[in-house]
């Protein structure tokens, strides 16, 4: 399997979100620390953006609460399965959307987030080779990084 980060190249993160502003801000973000970033409003049109482009994306950053029959924890779960290279990073506002909904291997951030909390993880997650992943976490105040098995 290749490397999810070649030498001389910044990671591919495909951000998914239907709000713009927010969308605009995660990708402005993410961007400016030297990312290259793919932007989708919709679940669908990130599965369509992976089966053109999963070989290049290192993480998805992705809205729980997304338009259209695909939520963020189902299109985690299809990522897991389909490209499980590929690391999830899952954010919602919703007070509803709990980490305890997470069934697949992606960590959970609540809203708001906090930029240096994001970027620390994605820097991670898209320099971690696949087999370190360990399970649904969550991050926590801070940033600290929790593993589910910790929260029980």
């Known amino acids: 399997m290749s490397d999810a980060n070649p030498s001389g190249t910044k990671p591919v993160i495909l951000v998914v ?3 713009p502003d927010e969308r605009f801000l995660a990708a402005t973000l993410l961007e400016e620390t030297g990312f290259t970033v793919i932007e989708a409003e919709t679940a669908e049109l ?22 259209g029959p695909i939520g963020g924890f189902e299109l985690a779960r299809i990522i897991g399965v ?11 506002g919703d007070a509803g959307d ?3 909904d997470l069934r697949v291997s992606a960590t959970f951030i609540p809203k708001p987030w906090r930029a240096q909390d994001i970027l ?8 971690r080779p696949d087999g370190s992943r360990s399970g649904p976490s969550v991050i926590g105040p801070g940033g600290k ?3 589910r098995e910790m929260e029980t």
């Open 120 to 127: 620390a993880w994605v820097e991670e997650a898209a320099g």
């Open 82 to 92: 389909t490209w499980p290279r590929v690391r999830v990073l899952l954010t919602s």
């Open 17 to 19: 979100e239907d709000q």
């Open 145 to 147: 990084l929790i593993s």
């Open 98 to 100: 709990q980490p305890s």
């Open 46 to 67: 990130a599965l369509a953006i992976l089966n053109d482009r999963a070989e290049d994306v290192s993480v998805v950053f992705s809205d729980v609460r997304t338009p």
